[in-house]
C-alpha cells in the first residue's frame, strides 16, 4: 500500500498487492489490483497472467481465457499461460482445445509433470482412455509418488475394466499418502466390481472416517447401506 501510495502509476506495485491479495483470498481485489496494472502497462504480461489465474480461481473462465490468451500474444513460449488456458478449457469442458494446448505447452517443456497429468484429465473426460493412461502413467515415470496421477491413472484403468490394475494404483495413493481419501473411495468401488464386498466396507469405512464430510461422504454412506443389507439376506 505504501508503495501505491508514492507512485501509484507504477504497474509492478499493483501487480505485487494484488497477488498478495490472490493469497489472501481477496480475488475481486486481486483482479482490480492486476487490471490496473494492466492499464498502466498492457503490455507487463505477469499481470494478464496473474489476473488469469485469480478469475480462474474465482470461476470466471471466459475472462481467465481471455487474460491467458493475451499473455500468449505477448510470449508465446510462456509454457504456464498454455497449461492454465488448458486448465480453464478443460473447465469449460472444450477438451480440444484443452489438449491442444497442453499439446503446445509440452512441446516447450516435456519435463513440467503436471502438463502430463492435466492432458491426461483432459483424455479422460473426453473418452481417449489409453491416451489417459499413457499421459498418467509419463507423469509417474518423473514423480512416482504423484497420488493425483495415481487415483487418475485407476480411475481410467476402472473404466477400461482393468480392476486389478485399478486397485494397485489405489493402492499405492493409498501408500504414498494414508490420509488420501478420495483413492480409499475409489478402491472401495473397485472391490466391490472385483466381488470383494468386505474389502469394499473397509475401504469406504475408512474414507468416511478420515473424510466424513467429503463431497462423496453422502453417496459412499448410500453404498454401504445397501452392502450391509445384502449381506444380511445372505
Known amino acids: 500500500n505504501r508503495a501505491i501510495q508514492c507512485d501509484p502509476k507504477i504497474s509492478g506495485h499493483w501487480t505485487s498487492r494484488g497477488l498478495t491479495l490472490d493469497k489472501m483470498g481477496d480475488l475481486d481485489g486481486a483482479i482490480a489490483d ?19 489465474g485469480a478469475r480462474k480461481e ?94 487418475q491413472r485407476g480411475m481410467a484403468r476402472r473404466v477400461r475394466g482393468d480392476l486389478h490394475g485399478a486397485i494397485a494404483d489405489y493402492t499405492r495413493a493409498i501408500e504414498f499418502d494414508p490420509e488420501y481419501v478420495v483413492s ?7 472391490m466391490k466390481w472385483n466381488g470383494n464386498l468386505a474389502g469394499a466396507l473397509a475401504d469406504w469405512e475408512q474414507g468416511l472416517k478420515l473424510g466424513p464430510n467429503h463431497r462423496k461422504a453422502r453417496g459412499i454412506r448410500s453404498e454401504i447401506k445397501k452392502i450391509r443389507a445384502h449381506l444380511e439376506k445372505q
Open 34 to 52: 492486476h487490471t490496473r496494472a494492466i492499464k498502466l502497462n498492457p503490455e507487463r504480461l505477469v499481470a494478464w497472467l496473474n489476473r488469469g
Open 58 to 151: 474465482k470461476g470466471d473462465m471466459d475472462g481467465a481465457i481471455f487474460d491467458f490468451t493475451r499473455a500468449l500474444e505477448l510470449d508465446p513460449k510462456m509454457v504456464v499461460a498454455w497449461n492454465n488456458r488448458g486448465d480453464a478449457r478443460r473447465e469449460m469442458r472444450d477438451l480440444d482445445g484443452a489438449i491442444e494446448d497442453y499439446n503446445q505447452a509440452l512441446a516447450l517443456d516435456p519435463m513440467f509433470v503436471s502438463i502430463w497429468l492435466n492432458r491426461g484429465m483432459a483424455r479422460k473426460l473426453k473418452g481417449d482412455l489409453d491416451g489417459a493412461i499413457s499421459d498418467f502413467t509419463r507423469a509417474l515415470e518423473m514423480d512416482p509418488k504423484l497420488k493425483v496421477a495415481l487415483n
Open 184 to 190: 480409499w473411495f475409489n478402491r472401495g468401488h473397485a
